[in-house]
């Protein structure tokens, strides 16, 4: 069983910057990809980044890219998610996932397990 925990959203303006965390539980978070998406309101859940077991790759959106910045320390068995140059149109419910491989995917499909979110708005 995994539980993984998210944190580090909030209010934030424009060209501001946020870093978020996701606090993992269960022995394969080292040897699993690890994926953040987003899901804004009356929007379908969103891909926005993706990392390897080992932290040697990494997926972004064309959304954030540039912007954001995925990392993970598996010492911690934490994933973060660095976003810099905010934009209105990041807001939304943001949330941590397992993927059920070693690489890693934007499929919703690949990934098992989900933390609870976490909200991020971005005013204009």
């Known amino acids: 069983q995994v539980q993984l925990v998210e944190s580090g959203g909030g209010l934030v303006q424009a060209g501001g910057s946020l870093r978020l965390s996701c606090a993992a539980s269960g022995r394969t978070f080292s040897s699993s990809a690890m994926g953040w998406f987003r899901q804004a309101p009356g929007k379908e859940r969103e891909f926005v980044a993706a990392i390897s077991w080992s932290g040697s790759s990494t997926y972004y959106a064309d959304s954030v890219k540039g912007r954001f910045t995925i990392s993970r320390d598996n010492g911690k068995t934490t994933v973060y998610l660095q976003m810099n140059s905010l934009k209105p149109e990041d807001t939304a419910v943001y949330y941590c996932?397992?993927?059920?491989?070693?690489?890693?995917?934007?499929?919703?499909?690949?990934?098992?397990?989900w933390g609870q979110g976490t909200q991020v708005t971005v005013s204009s």
């Open positions: 996932a397992k993927s059920v491989s070693a690489l890693p995917t934007s499929r919703v499909s690949g990934y098992d397990y």
